[in-house]
């Protein structure tokens, strides 16, 4: 079964549709005959003193059917129509460029006709829809998810800690909102990790907080170790299959393969969500190393990345490299952050 077939049938199961039309007509033939007898004559056996009084009754049919199969793409957007239920496509760039294009065609003639799509992706790729079906030009209205801004991410600690009888520094809540990257979850992760820092647990244990730059370091080096170091890992070790395990010393001694230098590249960046042209990254990598590697051998190395990222357990995958353009996206916080403050080496 194709990847397509695979889109189309989820549809089908989710809606509770069938496939196969059947049509069919009933022809009958019936017969009956009868006696009407005295009272005293025996109902099967007359001997012609009466009239024959009972009925015996015979039915003749014959079914003529045919069904046919109908396609799961037809079958699934007929009954989107008249559920009138929208369509919304999650994940939308980790579908193949080609199977993209299928689906797309498929459905704009629907539509066309009312039929509402939102197709979700990550923020570089949100038109995508356009780049494989060019007749979608006016028919796409892309709704950007912003980023939290500054006072939202400030709400979340000045909020929390208040509740909790806690004064905690501005100098440290203004860094926690820079090292957020417009990301909730790691304000929360920061507040969660200094209250375990200075025990507090309740708003009895309420106090202020004399947090340090020492103390933000070690907040944010052990958050950072939670969230990043697993796919930081991943795509260190790069393929399974490599051949270019060639070391390479970074300017503080350390010694590294290509996928390694690469990262640490990306990590004297210090990147938020950014997108950056290959000169962006090949100046990192003389600023680190006194023997960078070919034009060819980064973007084969960037390629396999965004591979592994791609395949991935998470929704979002954490770089994802245009090869055409040479242009690496730093699409998650999570990672943007380890970049940071993880350990890279280990």
Not at 328 to 334: A, R, Y
Request: proline share 5%.
């Amino acid at each position: 079964m194709s990847e397509e077939e695979d889109f189309w049938s989820g549809i089908i199961d989710r809606l509770e549709l069938f496939q196969v039309l059947a049509e069919g007509e009933s022809l009958q033939k019936s017969g009956e005959f009868g006696t009407e007898a005295s009272g005293q004559a025996n109902f099967l056996i007359a001997k012609g003193e009466g009239k024959v009084s009972g009925k015996l009754g015979r039915t003749r049919g014959t079914t003529n059917s045919a069904s046919r199969q109908v396609s799961s793409r037809i079958t699934a957007i007929a009954g989107l129509r008249q559920a009138n239920l929208p369509l919304v496509i999650d994940d939308f760039h980790y579908i193949p460029r080609e199977l993209q294009g299928s689906l797309v065609r498929a459905l704009k003639s629907p539509i066309f006709d009312g039929l509402p799509v939102i197709l979700i992706a990550i923020p570089h790729r949100r038109y995508d829809a356009l780049k494989v079906e060019k007749e979608m030009t006016g028919r796409l209205h892309p709704v950007d998810i912003p980023l939290w801004e500054s006072e939202e991410l400030r709400f979340i600690p000045e909020t929390g800690f208040t509740i909790l009888n806690c004064v905690v520094p501005d100098n440290a809540v203004g860094s926690f909102v820079t090292e957020s990257i417009g990301s909730p979850h790691l304000m929360q992760d920061f507040c969660r990790t200094l209250c375990r820092k200075f025990d507090i647990k309740t708003e009895a244990d309420g106090m202020a907080l004399a947090v340090s730059e020492e103390d933000l370091k070690e907040v944010y080096a052990e958050v950072a170790d939670t969230i990043g170091r697993p796919i930081f890992e991943k795509l260190a070790r790069g393929p399974r299959q490599r051949t270019d395990r060639i070391a390479r010393k970074l300017n503080d001694g350390t010694e590294v393969d290509i996928y390694g230098l690469v990262l640490h590249a990306l990590a004297h960046i210090r990147p938020g969500l950014v997108t950056l042209e290959y000169e962006e990254l090949r100046s990192a990598i003389r600023d680190i190393s006194k023997d960078p590697p070919q034009l060819h051998e980064v973007a084969r190395v960037l390629r396999h990345m965004a591979s592994i990222a791609a395949s991935d357990d998470s929704s979002t995958p954490v770089i994802d490299f245009e090869e055409e353009e040479k242009i690496l996206h730093v699409t998650d916080p999570f990672f943007a952050f380890y970049l940071r403050w993880g350990n890279l080496n280990g």
